[in-house]
């Protein structure tokens, strides 16, 4: 008579429980993977919009020379051609800003051709606004906001300064 007793499978299952854990380990990896991957691009994305949201930005304080004797329109909305008057209580919130009407090409400036920024989606557009006082008089500042999206169009950047030019005979 035989002595071996017949096995009833057991090995096999426990190794088959064991490879579907590690598939789904493996599976988990892979997920997390794609998952920081899609956050670098993001985070370049809006690194790449805020530099040019900066460079815009530099743009306009760099050029304030050509632009300090120009016209700037008495009213805000529109405002033509990215150079306007606004009073100091006028809104200035992001969900001011974050409407596409501000950055349309006939309410702002952009950078010239030969400035232009490359792998982005759009060029980053800028507004001027000549300050008033409280008499209604502009009163030497100016608010430079500009706006730049990424190099796939999903991160939209806005960076405004307070630009106040240095005058002869005092010190900046």
């Known amino acids: 008579m035989s002595t071996h ?88 919130d992001a969900a001011y800003w974050q409407k596409s009407e501000r950055w349309q090409s006939s309410n702002s400036l952009s950078l010239p051709e030969a400035d232009a920024l490359p792998h982005l989606a759009a060029q980053p557009r800028y507004r001027v606004e000549r300050l008033l006082g409280s008499n209604g008089q502009p009163d030497g500042r100016y608010r430079i906001t500009t706006s730049a999206t990424g190099g796939e169009g999903k991160a939209n950047v806005i960076v405004q300064a307070l630009f106040e030019p240095c005058v002869e005979g005092v010190s900046c």
Do not use: I
């Not at 854990?21 to 899609?38: C, H, I, N, P, W």
């Open 5 to 92: 007793k017949t096995q009833g499978g057991m090995t096999l299952l426990v190794v088959l429980v064991f490879m579907l854990l590690l598939a789904m380990l493996g599976l988990y990896a892979v997920q997390d993977s794609v998952m920081q991957e899609k956050m670098a691009g993001n985070t370049r994305n809006r690194g790449l919009a805020f530099e040019a949201a900066e460079t815009a930005l530099r743009h306009a304080e760099r050029d304030y020379l050509q632009w300090k004797d120009l016209a700037f329109n008495a009213s805000r909305e529109p405002c033509s051609g990215g150079l306007c008057d606004a009073s100091a209580t006028a809104p200035n």
